[in-house]
């Protein structure tokens, strides 16, 4: 594998919560990363609560999220990752950033034409939850308030959070009606993201 900064993803579909499937992702995470069998990778939490990914010595940062029968797992090799995903779908998406949002946010959200601001909302949503995941904070500590870039075109790049410093959040494109955000920690250079 090449020195380059590479988050990779992988969505699965899931029922009823069952947690199998996240922990299949997981597994397979770590043998991709870690170079290992599946058999050989542990899966479990660490003291934190957060998953956990080992072979070995060797310890995977992954970060896993669930929606509406669907589980993502985010894996980096270079440091913490973050990532959360949500179904498209209409909310009230200006009524609901007044509630939780910044200004800047609610602002800009409250500018897309109608038929955008549900996606615009959960945009920022995933965005958020995604930062405090890579954190570690999830969205304790005023993570619905904490500002994201405002996305934009190309989604798949990752843009530098405002007031914290190197961390990166972008959209990656993804299939079947969903929103996904990617973040990471401390990136230094370029970061590609990789869906599997």
Request: with cysteine; net charge positive; glycine share 12%.
């Amino acid at each position: 594998m090449s020195g380059q900064d590479t988050v990779h993803v992988w969505v699965g579909r899931t029922a009823g919560g069952r947690p199998e499937v996240a922990r299949r992702l997981l597994r397979r995470a770590g043998s991709a990363l870690l170079g290992r069998v599946e058999r050989e990778v542990v899966v479990g939490h660490g003291p934190d609560g957060r998953p956990r990914v080992r072979a070995g010595a060797a310890v995977l940062p992954v970060s896993v999220s669930h929606g509406d029968g669907v589980v993502v797992v985010a894996a980096r090799r270079a440091g913490a990752v973050g990532v959360d995903v949500e179904r498209r779908r209409r909310l009230p998406a200006v009524a609901l950033a007044r509630r939780w949002y910044a200004p800047q946010e609610v602002a800009w959200l409250s500018g897309l034409p109608e038929d955008a601001r549900a996606d615009g909302f959960l945009l920022l949503w995933t965005a958020k939850e995604a930062v405090g995941k890579a954190l570690g904070r999830g969205l304790r500590d005023g993570g619905l308030r904490r500002r994201m870039p405002v996305p934009d075109h190309p989604r798949s790049l990752l843009r530098p959070v405002p007031q914290l410093a190197d961390v990166r959040v972008g959209h990656p494109p993804c299939p079947d009606g969903l929103v996904l955000a990617v973040a990471v920690a401390a990136p230094v250079g370029e970061v590609t993201v990789l869906l599997g």
